[in-house]
């Protein structure tokens, strides 16, 4: 399996992921023409991909999701809640009905070669998830959009190979930054979006010797540096209550506007 994110970040995310047979999109946040330039990085074409993922209704997670499937008719996986959201959004325009399927957290699913499974995350949207993929022996999460971890994303984040993670925001830079008090707040909630501190602890209790690659994703422009979350996260890594240090994984930051490179399992 493959992951390669063509954007990720607070203003457009889609990120691919795949086999050699099985092409898949998780979300359709920024523009056809970037998510097809996205694609052409990994050697494919917009009529290649099987399935899109939807996580969430948030604009920077579908806002080329309707020019992309009226060009390239692929199926549009999401939540109940999520998908009835989407067809509410005008702004999309017109998206065929048959193109939506429902999956339901926790329950499995299979596209091609790939198995595919959500887990519900913490986020200030209808009903939002996070998604693995699996393969034979290998494994991927994406995860991002989560104001809080608990227990159970802990379970459900083990075991993987390869895994993006948010690390949305340096707390201080967003409590000192431009945003309104009430943005900074919703941003801070429960259903907001994980610090870099907390991705950091939470990848502290995921650490696992099969884990890998980590990228980090979803990180804010106004409120977070690149630089700044690999630095805090290693250190949260480094000083967390566990047998693993920062340099045994690779660790990357996703690029926002243009493709990361391509990470294999």
């Given at each position: 399996m493959r992951m390669c994110p063509i954007a990720s970040g607070s203003s457009g995310n889609s990120i691919y992921v795949g086999s050699n047979t099985t092409h898949i999109l998780v979300d359709a946040?920024?523009?056809k023409k970037r998510i097809e330039e996205g694609l052409k990085?990994?050697?494919?074409k917009g009529g290649d991909i099987d399935a899109i993922l939807i996580t969430h209704e948030h604009a920077d997670h579908i806002q080329g999701l309707g020019v992309f499937v009226r060009k390239y008719p692929v199926p549009i996986y999401g939540t109940a809640a999520t998908l009835k959201q989407i067809q509410l959004t005008n702004s999309l325009g017109y998206i065929p009905p048959e193109l939506f399927i429902e999956i339901t957290p926790d329950k499995e699913f299979t596209l091609g070669d790939i198995c595919v499974s959500s887990m519900h995350i913490s986020h200030d949207a209808a009903d939002p998830v996070a998604y693995s993929f699996a393969k034979g022996d290998k494994?991927?999460?994406i995860a991002t959009d989560m104001g809080e971890y608990t227990d159970y994303t802990i379970e459900h984040l083990k075991g993987m190979d390869a895994l993006l993670l948010e690390a949305n925001h340096d707390i201080?830079?967003?409590?000192?930054?431009?945003?309104?008090?009430q943005l900074k707040q919703r941003i801070?909630?429960?259903?907001?979006?994980?610090?870099?501190e907390a991705a950091?602890?939470?990848?502290s209790d995921i650490a696992c010797d099969r884990l890998q690659t980590i990228i980090l994703g979803h990180l804010s422009k106004e409120n977070n540096l690149p630089e700044l979350a690999y630095e805090t996260v290693r250190l949260e890594i480094e000083t967390g209550d566990q047998e693993y240090h920062a340099d045994d994984f690779e660790m990357i930051v996703a690029k926002r506007s243009e493709p990361t490179r391509i990470v294999e399992v």
């Open positions: 946040g920024i523009s990085s990994v050697g494919l494994h991927m999460a201080r830079m967003l409590q000192v930054g431009p945003y309104p008090y801070l909630s429960e259903r907001g979006h994980l610090s870099n950091g602890r939470l990848l």
